[in-house]
């Protein structure tokens, strides 16, 4: 496995917890049937996996440990949701019998793994014949922004040189298509989709994020830890996206690619 880039500090799940069908996963609605068995891999705070289980009979959610899996798990618990269960799995080797599930579902994760093409092989192992694998990631050299600070520009410089560190693709989106193929998947969907802040409520959520992010989350450990910045840089980098949110002409793009798959 791949160190996660991101970690799981408040300011991150205040991101992921944001997450549900209609804005991360809505490629993939037309394939929901009320009978059918799910696997979420990566399951995170577990938004747009009770979102699923609204629409399925029966998910599982996974997590690359107890503690993370737990976040997913009190959820659940949370909002009475009772046709999910839980396991902690590695992606590539799945603990799953071959052909057990209907969908095969990843979102922001194949970006964070240390082999994304053997994680399609595996998800396609245990999807049924006729099934669907289905994976959506972000593609962070295409994200776009205005105004055009340069902070933001070091922001983006020194997240993709720590994904990459970490074994990861931050650039995964583009590549989605083509680990599906190289996974032996013959019929493949393509597509594509985006988030995008430009109101002021939409600016000062985003932007008020990731101020806090590149101070307290993995990645600003990491990125001190290795040189790659001083605090200092991180500050100066946290007041620029303070400043992006708080501008009336602020506008944040952020595109992904998406894949179903074909088991």
Same mark, same amino acid.
């Given at each position: 496995?791949?160190?996660?880039?991101?970690?799981?500090?408040?300011?991150?799940?205040?991101?992921?917890?944001?997450?549900?069908? %209609?804005?991360?996963?809505?490629? &993939?609605? $037309?394939? *929901?049937?009320?009978?059918? #068995? /799910?696997?979420?891999?990566? =399951?995170?705070?577990?938004?747009?996996?009770?979102?699923?289980?609204?629409?399925?009979?029966?998910?599982?959610?996974?997590?690359?440990?107890?503690?993370?899996?737990?976040?997913?798990?009190?959820?659940?618990?949370?909002?009475?949701?009772?046709?999910?269960?839980?396991?902690?799995?590695?992606?590539?080797?799945?603990?799953?019998?071959?052909?057990?599930?209907?969908?095969?579902?990843?979102?922001?994760?194949?970006?964070?793994?240390?082999?994304?093409?053997?994680?399609?092989?595996?998800?396609?192992?245990?999807?049924?014949?006729?099934?669907?694998?289905?994976?959506?990631?972000?593609?962070?050299? %295409?994200?776009?922004?205005?105004? &055009?600070? $340069?902070? *933001?520009?070091?922001?983006? #410089? /020194?997240?993709?040189?720590? =994904?990459?560190?970490?074994?990861?693709?931050?650039?995964?989106?583009?590549?989605?298509?083509?680990?599906?193929?190289?996974?032996?998947?013959?019929?493949?969907?393509?597509?594509?989709?985006?988030?995008?802040?430009?109101?002021?409520?939409?600016?000062?959520?985003?932007?008020?994020?990731?101020?806090?992010?590149?101070?307290?989350?993995?990645?600003?450990?990491?990125?001190?830890?290795?040189?790659?910045?001083?605090?200092?840089?991180?500050?100066?980098?946290?007041?620029?996206?303070?400043?992006?949110?708080?501008?009336?002409?602020?506008?944040?793009?952020?595109?992904?690619?998406?894949?179903?798959?074909?088991?």
């Amino acid at each position: 496995m791949a160190t996660y880039t991101h970690g799981h500090h408040e300011s991150v799940l205040r991101s992921h917890s944001n997450r549900t069908i %209609a804005n991360s996963a809505e490629y &993939l609605r $037309p394939h *929901l049937g009320a009978d059918a #068995r /799910l696997l979420d891999i990566g =399951a995170g705070p577990g938004t747009i996996t009770m979102d699923f289980a609204q629409h399925v009979a029966q998910v599982t959610a996974t997590e690359i440990g107890e503690e993370e899996l737990a976040l997913s798990q009190r959820l659940a618990v949370e909002r009475g949701v009772r046709n999910i269960d839980f396991s902690v799995e590695d992606v590539h080797a799945l603990t799953f019998p071959d052909d057990t599930f209907d969908i095969v579902h990843a979102h922001q994760v194949l970006q964070h793994v240390a082999d994304p093409v053997q994680s399609l092989r595996e998800m396609r192992r245990v999807a049924k014949p006729g099934g669907i694998v289905a994976a959506r990631d972000a593609d962070y050299a %295409a994200f776009h922004w205005f105004p &055009l600070l $340069p902070e *933001l520009d070091e922001w983006l #410089r /020194l997240y993709r040189a720590a =994904a990459y560190a970490n074994g990861g693709e931050p650039d995964a989106g583009r590549r989605l298509l083509s680990w599906a193929r190289a996974a032996g998947f013959e019929h493949v969907t393509a597509t594509a989709s985006t988030w995008c802040y430009a109101s002021s409520e939409d600016r000062a959520w985003w932007g008020g994020m990731w101020a806090d992010r590149i101070l307290d989350s993995a990645l600003a450990r990491q990125l001190v830890d290795s040189g790659m910045a001083t605090r200092a840089d991180l500050e100066t980098i946290s007041s620029a996206w303070r400043r992006w949110a708080d501008d009336g002409d602020g506008w944040y793009l952020v595109p992904h690619g998406e894949i179903i798959a074909r088991a």
